[in-house]
């Protein structure tokens, strides 16, 4: 409310934080007042109406991953406001002994018949992951039960993203130098080949009954 009624230049008030609000909806997420109702701008109201799709959209636009949407940073702003799971916040003692631990990064709501857990997983940079979980009964809820709930929700998440996560393939290791001594085999020409005594007679006989006869000098004056 204090932000809008700074941006608008007029006293504060809950009209004026819904118009800024829904304003916004309408300029990123692209949701109207005919997808969702907020009644007061906490999430703390039964008369809010919003859908857990609805609110991962509203998270990747807040969080700068939809393209077009907020500038980065007022994106890293607003994660920076973000609890992290087991380290500080509202979240400083859940998600303990789980994989989501220090990779989630979300906001809790506390409600009577409403339990909703939102924001992003950052298991791998490369692929943040919105998410937002809600749970409505008729009846009070039993808070630890519905928080541990969506504590192995989402560590099965953490795990999920963690083994499909692209992993770079590794660099081939460089050939070994050969030794030496084979270099210096492989760079010394081989020696001509030597014929065998044998191999040089049978290839003059060879030649020579290959040659015509000469006559003898009692044939020629015939």
Known sequence: MTAAGLAARKPPSMELGLE????????????GKQDLVIDTGSGLSYRTQISPQELVSIVRSAAGFASGDTRPPAADAWLRSLAVAGTDGTLRRRFRGTTAAAASSARPARCRRRSPLSGVLDVDPQRPLAFALVTNTDAPLRKPYIRRAHELVLAEICKYVSKTS?????????AAPAPAAARRAAATPAPPRRRSRATRSSARSTTRSSMPRRSSRGERRR
């Open 166 to 174: 692209a992993r770079p393939a590794p660099a081939a290791a460089p």
């Open 20 to 31: 800024a609000m829904y304003a916004w909806l309408a300029r990123h997420p692209h949701l």
